[in-house]
């Protein structure tokens, strides 16, 4: 079973930087689109910034400027770069990648969550 695993979030003052890391493992052929989500208190979950696989990237406008995605397909493996953090960006941020299987199958697989909180 495909597992994709976050690490990164924590409490951060406003002003300050995180950088969220998220591993695809188990029974990968290939990954195609990467991505992160956020989902505040009582939100929808929304698309953070997403890559794909030859690089090409687009961002949420709230984070242009600001975030940056990024992946290493060698470790199969998408970051989030969050710079001038700001209190609404606080919010579980979700890693969400399209992976082919090594059994041949082609699948939308979401990580379980980090939360990350903007406060001073």
């Known amino acids: 079973q495909v597992q994709l695993v976050e690490s990164g979030g924590g409490l951060v003052q406003p002003g300050g930087s995180l950088r969220l890391s998220c591993a695809a493992s188990?029974?990968?052929?290939?990954?195609?689109?990467m991505g992160w989500y956020r989902q505040a208190p009582g939100k929808e979950r929304d698309l953070v910034a997403r890559?794909?696989?030859?690089?090409?990237?687009n961002y949420a406008d709230s984070v242009k400027g600001r975030f940056t995605i990024s992946r290493d397909n060698a470790k199969n493996t998408v970051y989030l770069q969050m710079n001038s953090l700001k209190p609404e960006d606080t919010a579980v941020y979700y890693c969400?990648?399209?992976?082919?299987?090594?059994?041949?199958?082609?699948?939308?697989?979401w990580g379980q969550g980090t939360q990350v909180t903007v406060s001073s």
């Open positions: 969400n990648a399209d992976i082919w299987s090594t059994g041949g199958f082609l699948n939308n697989y």
């Open positions: 188990r029974n990968i052929f290939s990954i195609n689109g």
């Open positions: 890559i794909g696989r030859g690089g090409t990237t």
